[in-house]
């Protein structure tokens, strides 16, 4: 049973999850988690997932076994279900508005390899794997019952994930989560003041103009580190076409994603070693007015520190990295050799 509850002093939703503690958690173990033969996620141990919804196959291949090289699976432990009825429990006078935990929780497993990081896979498996990523989104984008997607990798012990093997995942949710509602309220006062402007591209060519910020600037994606960032080393990747989920991203899109996203986890890994971390895109449903102003992007999020009582008690984080000198250490490590291409390290993943 899962529930979406409102605070009624704040306006702020929580969801309340039990089953999610039931999670096996990789990480409260010795340091290289559960070895290759006891993890649901490696190839021949298909039977102990749910059926998949989702796979990249050879012609012929049979779901549900071996021989893939990406596969989509219903997670096992949803934060959101399909179906999730109501609860039986009336509301009591200091209670806020709670509404049914309904949705999707998907996971996409991203090798059916045991260990190595996305930083370490080839751009033509990063690929797939995005592939995978936009028809899942497309296809729960076909009904309306969904308002917003996110997409996200939790990598590491602070970053909230509970295992090894690399993985993405999948929440649809029938309401607008409050980022994504500051986010579709700023962009829609910027079209309101600059009619037929996007935020987004504004800001892309303010930094492009500076420079200071930007990690990298191709011809379909452009990268660079937030001017108010929360968090040091902190990445937005914002393709130059407009367009308001992840669903639309073009081949060409899909295809330069695949290259510089491993590229830039690498120069991570050089400039800060073993840091935990998440990555999120984040799309409104193509049914949502908001879809029109917004413009999806992928933020790339380091959890290098952890917040203290004045981050938590206030909302306002404190980044001691500053961007501009996040921006230069990434610059630099992109253009070392071991950043050009994926090495056959491995190391944890959740």
Same mark, same amino acid.
């Given at each position: ?78 934060? #959101? ?91 649809? #949710? ?129 959890? #290098? ?46």
């Amino acid at each position: 049973m899962s529930e979406f509850r409102q605070d009624p002093i704040t306006g702020r939703w929580a969801i309340v999850a039990e089953n999610r503690s039931a999670r096996p958690n990789e990480f409260a173990a010795p340091p290289s988690g559960s070895p290759p033969g006891e993890c649901p996620f490696c190839e021949g141990h298909e039977s102990w997932t749910p059926p998949e919804v989702a796979a990249d196959r050879g012609p012929g291949v049979p779901s549900d076994g071996p021989g893939w090289t990406v596969r989509a699976i219903p997670n096992k432990f949803p934060t #959101l279900a399909p179906g999730t009825g109501s609860s039986a429990e009336e509301a009591g006078a200091a209670d806020g508005e709670r509404r049914p935990g309904s949705g999707v929780h998907e996971v996409i497993i991203v090798s059916p390899r045991h260990a190595p990081a996305l930083a370490n896979h080839p751009p033509e498996q990063v690929r797939r794997v995005l592939r995978i990523l936009r028809e899942r989104l497309r296809t729960h984008e076909r009904g309306e019952e969904f308002a917003a997607l996110l997409a996200f990798e939790n990598s590491g012990p602070e970053s909230g994930g509970t295992l090894f093997h690399p993985h993405l995942q999948i929440v649809a #949710l029938p309401q607008v989560p409050p980022l994504l509602q500051e986010e579709a309220g700023g962009l829609a006062r910027f079209a309101r003041e600059n009619p037929g402007s996007c935020g987004y591209e504004w800001v892309e060519a303010g930094e492009r103009e500076h420079r200071v910020r930007v990690v990298s600037d191709g011809p379909e994606l452009f990268a660079f580190a937030p001017f108010a960032s929360e968090h040091p080393f902190e990445v937005r990747i914002l393709p130059h076409r407009h367009a308001g989920s992840f669903a639309e991203a073009s081949a060409a899109e899909v295809k330069a994603l695949s290259e510089l996203l491993p590229a830039i986890l690498r120069a991570l890994r050089a400039v800060a070693p073993n840091a935990s971390y998440n990555l999120v895109t984040r799309s409104f449903s193509r049914h949502r007015p908001e879809h029109r102003e917004y413009h999806w992007h992928l933020d790339l999020l380091p959890r #290098l520190v952890r917040p203290d009582g004045f981050e938590m008690g206030g909302g306002i984080a404190v980044n001691p990295v500053s961007p501009e000198s996040a921006a230069e250490a990434l610059r630099d490590a992109l253009e070392r050799p071991e950043a050009a291409a994926p090495s056959e390290t491995t190391g944890p993943k959740s």
